[in-house]
């Protein structure tokens, strides 16, 4: 009974979706419309779980939420279980989530980005907050919105439209817990840590990955960083183009360059898969969007948009990826 009426509303608020306003060219684009309004309610459900910190009860239902929204997507899914520490010796159940489409296709992509949430608001501008977990909406939760969306996208295709290469969307665990301001870099990541030593089935190579991080924030744009253009300098090429054919330079720009930044996607390159970081800066000071490790990364703050401008970019790239 419960389940019915979750699944009517949800198809009520799907219709929602507005068609893609058609960018200034006359560029036609093969790639369906990225539906914004599916991806914030992926947020909304992640964050109702309350903070995904490890070892949590939240964690492990909104865990099983995930996996259970790529199964009824049509993905093949893999669950990599693991122990490992957090700086401070806390010991952690991890789990990155591994969702498939075409798991037997040869020629694939990667898109990956953290499932975890902070346990620690020590940005926040209130010291007692520096212990509370945050609800991580756009540290964590935007990226797996978007991406659980690319994968409703791509079991709705027409046969005629179908994409014909595999794509696997990797949900990291444990990657926020780190040292915050220059501590030891390791503490960072651990669940891509892990998988760059155990990938989730042998021999698995992708042509290239894209790692989506805070991508649902206000006022955010996407400068290159600055790791993914030295290990994967055309796949940035590819994206930000991609980005511009379609309408959205103004979110993907090349005004300035971005930082060198400790995050997933260094674990992709170090087990030889060339892989980019698109990480969200603030749009007035180009560091980190104002809500990161705050109590205010919230739902409150996601912002339809943003998330827009990532989902039909990544869309745009699989698409033309044949
Ligand atoms: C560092 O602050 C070293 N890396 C940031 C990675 C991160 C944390 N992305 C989101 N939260
Ligand atoms: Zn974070």
Redesign the pocket.
Known sequence: MKKILYFSLFSLLLIGCKEQKPAETNYVSPAPVFCEDSAYQYVKEQCAFGPRVMNSAAHDSCGEYIARQFQRFGMVVHHQYADSKLYDGTPIKMRNIIASYRPEASTRILLAGHWDS?QWADNDPDESNHNTPIDGAN?GGSSIGVMLELARQLQLANDSDKVKIGVDFICWDA??N?I?GGGD?SS?CLGSQYWAGHHHVEGYSARYGINL??VGGHQTVFYREQYSMRFAPTVVDKVWAAAQRIGYGNYFSYDEQGGY???DHLQVNRSGIPCIDV?GSDRENGGFPATWHTMNDNVKNINKETLKAVGQTMLEVIWTEQ
């Open positions: 902070r540290d990657e926020d780190g915050s870099e960072w991080d805070m930044i400790t995050d990480i």
